[in-house]
């Protein structure tokens, strides 16, 4: 496989219940992220780790739990979260912008998340 | 606060060219990139500025003037495999915040 991958591509649950996504990159990159993309609203950052360290919180509620295992693997934890939580999760990766890797992310197709 | 600023929609016709327009308000600025994202796919990366200029590859050029805050991305020879949404981003100094842009839906007609 190539590029970056996110598992489940499309997911509804309930307010009480937990779930996770999963994004993988087989690009070699260092710094990873999640991104909340929902119709005609810029991209919000949520989350950036760069070598399996978080370096960005972007102010998200506890409701949304990252975990970053190794430098090819980032899961979204999802747990008691609202309708307005529904949205396109977009995975990306890229050289760590602070090593000099600047300029372009690499996007996954995105988990779109319907809450109940 | 920091913004961009992009239409929220554009209509062309097929072999035209059609220029979409970007000027942002940001504390900080590195560079200017450009993304494609057709319906249900993934964003994907199109070009990057940081210096004043036009930048060309292949049927897409990218423009950046830093003293007016304003970039723009033109396509020529449209083709409908080009109807999609074209989101800019700056990068700022320093840090992994992109600031984006909320999208600019390019529909062409035959």
């Known amino acids: 496989e190539t590029g970056v991958t996110q598992t489940p591509r499309h997911l509804v649950m309930g307010m009480t219940n937990k779930k996770s996504l999963k994004c993988e990159q087989h690009?070699?990159?260092?710094?990873m992220y999640w991104y909340k993309q929902s119709a005609k609203k810029p991209l919000e950052l949520m989350f950036v780790?760069?070598?399996?360290?978080?370096?960005e919180n972007n102010s998200v509620p506890s409701r949304f739990s990252p975990e970053c295992p190794n430098s090819s693997h980032l899961f979204l934890h999802l747990h008691t979260l609202q309708p307005e939580d529904s949205a396109l999760y977009l995975c990306?990766?890229?050289?760590?912008?602070?090593?000099?890797?600047?300029?372009?992310?690499?996007f996954g197709e995105g988990s779109r998340l319907t809450v109940l | 606060g920091q913004s961009l600023e992009q239409p929220s929609e554009v209509t062309a016709v097929e072999g035209a060219i059609v220029q979409i327009n970007c000027t942002y308000q940001?504390?900080?600025?590195?560079?200017l990139s450009w993304y494609q994202q057709h319906d249900g796919g993934a964003p994907t990366f199109l070009s990057y500025?940081?210096l004043d200029g036009l930048e060309e590859t292949g049927r897409f050029s990218s423009f950046l003037s830093r003293s007016d805050s304003y970039g723009y991305l033109l396509l020529q020879e449209l083709q409908m495999k080009d109807s999609a949404s074209y989101f800019c981003?700056?990068?700022?100094?320093?840090?992994?915040?992109?600031?984006w842009g909320a999208g600019t839906k390019l529909i062409i007609k035959p």
């Open positions: 990306a990766s890229s050289q760590d912008p602070l090593a000099g890797g600047r300029g372009e992310l690499f």
């Open positions: 690009l070699g990159h260092n710094a």
């Open positions: 780790y760069s070598l399996e360290e978080r370096v």
């Open positions: 940001t504390s900080g600025f590195y560079g």
């Open positions: 500025n940081a």
């Open positions: 981003a700056v990068e700022q100094d320093s840090n992994y915040q992109l600031i």
